[in-house]
């Protein structure tokens, strides 16, 4: 694909090495000529680094398998997921989830992607259903506008919420920048 077309969540391969895009930027000067800007992550080692593409280079999009998995419980190894179906069990680390686990919570279905039969990452669903744990009350007939206060959920993901959600209430976030969307049924 050409590099315009890259975009946040794709893994790449660079140099033989798979990335995951973190943040794209379409760059246009006014001198010169366009290129992308990107925030990739290295899959097999968790580091971080920037490229810039022109917008004409050539990317290698890798497609990746995913298999639906329960997340178990984190140690010092990592986080533990367990196949439904074959009871097989992989620990991916930090380094690797980077922030996805703040959307994860235990006991959960998950899609897991791999890539040659070996465990990269996983597939966040475009919103999850977390529980507020810990926020400040709420200012009744404070103001017209609408007010933002910080919410911390029970994964540890602090969220800006309006100023009504309460603790203990159940809220719908949206994972691709971990935005409250809604109050969740």
């Given at each position: 694909?050409?590099?315009?077309?890259?975009?946040?969540?794709?893994?790449?391969?660079?140099?033989?090495?798979?990335?995951?895009?973190?943040?794209?930027?379409?760059?246009?000067?006014?001198?010169?000529?366009?290129?992308?800007?990107?925030?990739?992550?290295?899959?097999?080692?968790?580091?971080?680094?920037?490229?810039?593409?022109?917008?004409?280079?050539?990317?290698?999009?890798?497609?990746?398998?995913?298999?639906?998995?329960?997340?178990?419980?984190?140690?010092?190894?990592?986080?533990?997921?367990?196949?439904?179906?074959?009871?097989?069990?992989v620990a991916?680390?930090?380094?690797?989830?980077?922030?996805?686990?703040?959307?994860?919570?235990?006991?959960?279905?998950?899609?897991?992607?791999?890539?040659?039969?070996?465990?990269?990452?996983?597939?966040?669903?475009?919103?999850?259903?977390?529980?507020v744990v810990?926020?400040?009350?709420?200012?009744?007939?404070?103001?017209?506008?609408?007010?933002?206060?910080?919410?911390?959920?029970?994964?540890?993901?602090?969220?800006?919420?309006?100023?009504?959600?309460?603790?203990?209430?159940?809220?719908?976030?949206?994972?691709?920048?971990?935005?409250?969307?809604?109050?969740?049924?």
């Amino acid at each position: 694909m050409k590099a315009t077309n890259i975009r946040k969540g794709n893994v790449v391969r660079v140099n033989s090495v798979l990335y995951r895009v973190m943040q794209m930027d379409h760059v246009t000067p006014g001198k010169g000529r366009a290129h992308v800007q990107t925030k990739l992550r290295n899959l097999t080692e968790g580091t971080q680094t920037e490229m810039r593409f022109r917008s004409t280079d050539d990317i290698e999009k890798v497609a990746l398998e995913t298999k639906k998995m329960q997340y178990l419980y984190k140690d010092q190894q990592g986080f533990h997921f367990m196949d439904t179906e074959t009871y097989d069990q992989v620990a991916l680390n930090e380094d690797t989830l980077g922030d996805a686990m703040l959307y994860v919570l235990p006991e959960t279905s998950i899609l897991i992607e791999t890539f040659e039969g070996n465990p990269v990452g996983l597939e966040l669903p475009p919103t999850v259903d977390l529980r507020v744990v810990d926020t400040a009350p709420g200012i009744k007939d404070a103001t017209a506008q609408a007010q933002r206060k910080a919410a911390t959920m029970e994964t540890g993901l602090v969220v800006q919420v309006p100023a009504f959600i309460e603790q203990d209430e159940l809220i719908r976030v949206n994972t691709t920048d971990g935005s409250y969307s809604e109050r969740a049924k």
